[in-house]
């Protein structure tokens, strides 16, 4: 189908990783991306990685991609309260229409 | 750089008033997109513009939504006549064809629409 699955939601402690996973559809999309939205907030870009790529790291963040599997996760390293929010995937099939995960909800447990 | 302006940020309204939102993209982009984010059915693409003109919108749910983007920094989403069920909060995002990014879609705050 062309649903995008994430589950929905993770707990986390304070200073843990949190790993947010997403099952992607298109073998073909050129681009994944995660984005982040606050309560009551629009959606902000995270990052993004290109689909010839297996692995990008930026800061705390690092995004692994398994093609094979059609597998993204997004794993934020040294958990704090200000990153609890909705994560969402989303893939860009070549052309501009992204198509959004369901969101998972992170909670970081103080 | 101002980000995607959206307005109203809220919207209170009875059924059957016709209800419109504004977008005014990031200066320069030029693909908007309008979506529609619910609880039970998440984020849903309504309809996306390139250079102004209509790509897609087979995301409308029906005849009584419409877009329209009159020039490149300006769009409106017009629900006529509302019902309830289109309550939700409706995000434009703008992107730039060229360039580096990736097709990154840059996310506005969002309307807050409440249909009673």
């Known amino acids: 189908g062309e649903d995008v699955e994430q589950s929905l939601f993770l707990s986390v402690r304070e200073g843990d990783s949190s790993v947010i996973n997403c099952t992607y559809t298109?073998?073909?999309?050129?681009?994944l991306y995660w984005y982040k939205q606050e309560p009551g907030a629009g959606l902000q870009l995270l990052t993004y990685i290109f689909s010839n790529m297996d692995m990008k790291q930026d800061q705390r963040l690092t995004v692994l991609l398994n093609k094979k599997d059609k597998h993204l996760s997004l794993r934020i390293a040294d958990t704090q309260t200000g990153d609890s929010a909705i994560y969402f995937c989303a893939e860009s099939r070549g052309t501009y229409k992204y198509i959004f995960g369901t969101g998972t909800r992170l909670k970081v447990l103080a | 750089d101002a980000g995607v302006i959206q307005s109203p940020r809220h919207e209170v309204t009875e059924m059957g008033q016709e209800v419109t939102l504004r977008c005014k993209p990031i200066?320069?982009?030029?693909?908007l997109f309008w979506y529609r984010q619910t609880m039970m059915r998440g984020l849903e693409l309504l309809i996306y513009?390139?250079?102004?003109?209509?790509?897609?919108d087979s995301g409308m749910p029906e005849d009584r939504f419409s877009a329209k983007m009159p020039n490149a920094s300006f769009s409106t989403l017009k629900i006529q006549p509302s019902e309830p069920r289109d309550s939700a909060v409706y995000f434009c995002a703008s992107s730039l064809a060229a360039g580096g990014g990736g097709k990154t879609q840059y996310f506005g705050p969002g309307t807050r629409l409440l249909v009673l």
């Open positions: 298109d073998s073909s999309s050129t681009y």
């Open positions: 200066s320069g982009h030029d693909y």
């Open positions: 513009f390139n250079n102004n003109v209509p790509i897609d």
